[in-house]
């Protein structure tokens, strides 16, 4: 039996919420960059939307996403085809073929499968977030920005799309842009751990490094195994005059197995 169309609406918005925030450990088990998520994680985030279309397109897609979620990509991209081939206008079937193209490496094939989705379903949210983070993936960071802004444009109140701007800001090199991006995901969770540190980065790559040091202090009181934000605070540390502290910040990043820390101790000379 089909889900009333405002209570599958309301479990989207609650996937991408919360079981996105904790997939990607945005609560502390950090990755370094977003991609790193999208490449481990938040693929997967879409066999949750699997909530809409008749019980017939669901009864198809039910054995190609437990190949997408068993990692058998080309199985089940073979599989969303049969979909798409009886059903051309479900949209969700193409987005998630494109995410099966995007683990078989197929850029060009991904693209223009999540484009497909998105011209079925101009509102669909999770797909822009997708092609999002694929041309974040790709380096079209332009691209991504504007994907995340439509994203912004369809949840106002979702804090998730802020930061996936935020992200594409920094990369892009739009640091302002992207300290907004992550001052307004915090305004929506004020718990956001890692929108916090990204706008910590964002602070750096401005050259706001006084500023990004009193962020990092905040998130390592927080979650002081965090050796990459050890190393951020410790260049923080030093180009503020703070060189003990810096060697020292390094040092820890540098025995937690960090070999950019391990660098910087060898240059700075610290002892």
């Not at 309301?10 to 919420?17: D, S, T, W």
């Not at 960090?258 to 000379?269: M, N, Q, V």
């Amino acid at each position: 039996m089909n889900l009333p169309r405002e209570e599958a609406k309301a479990r989207r918005i609650a996937v991408q919420k919360n079981i996105s925030l904790r997939l990607c450990g945005f609560a502390g088990n950090f990755y370094p960059s977003l991609i790193s998520c999208l490449r481990n994680n938040i693929l997967f985030l879409f066999l949750f939307f699997s909530i809409s279309g008749s019980a017939q397109i669901q009864k198809l897609m039910k054995p190609a996403d437990k190949k997408f979620a068993a990692h058998k990509f080309q199985a089940a991209m073979e599989d969303y085809t049969i979909v798409i081939k009886k059903y051309p206008e479900y949209a969700e079937s193409y987005a998630r073929r494109a995410l099966c193209k995007f683990k078989l490496t197929d850029q060009v094939g991904a693209l223009e499968d999540i484009n497909k989705a998105i011209s079925l379903d101009p509102k669909f949210f999770t797909a822009y977030s997708i092609r999002g983070q694929f041309h974040e993936a790709f380096r079209y960071f332009d691209s991504a920005v504007a994907d995340f802004t439509k994203c912004i444009e369809l949840q106002p109140n979702n804090q998730l799309p802020y930061y996936t701007r935020g992200k594409a800001n920094i990369e892009a090199g739009f640091f302002d842009d992207a300290i907004k991006d992550f001052d307004q995901a915090l305004k929506l969770n004020p718990d956001f751990a890692e929108a916090s540190y990204q706008k910590g980065i964002a602070l750096m790559r401005n050259k706001s490094y006084a500023d990004a040091k009193k962020i990092f202090d905040d998130y390592l009181k927080q979650y002081p195994s965090n050796y990459v934000a050890m190393f951020m605070r410790g260049i923080c540390k030093d180009k503020t005059g703070d060189a003990f502290g810096a060697c020292r910040d390094w040092m820890k990043a540098s025995n937690k197995g960090y070999k950019e820390a391990e660098a910087l101790l060898k240059i700075k000379k610290c002892k």
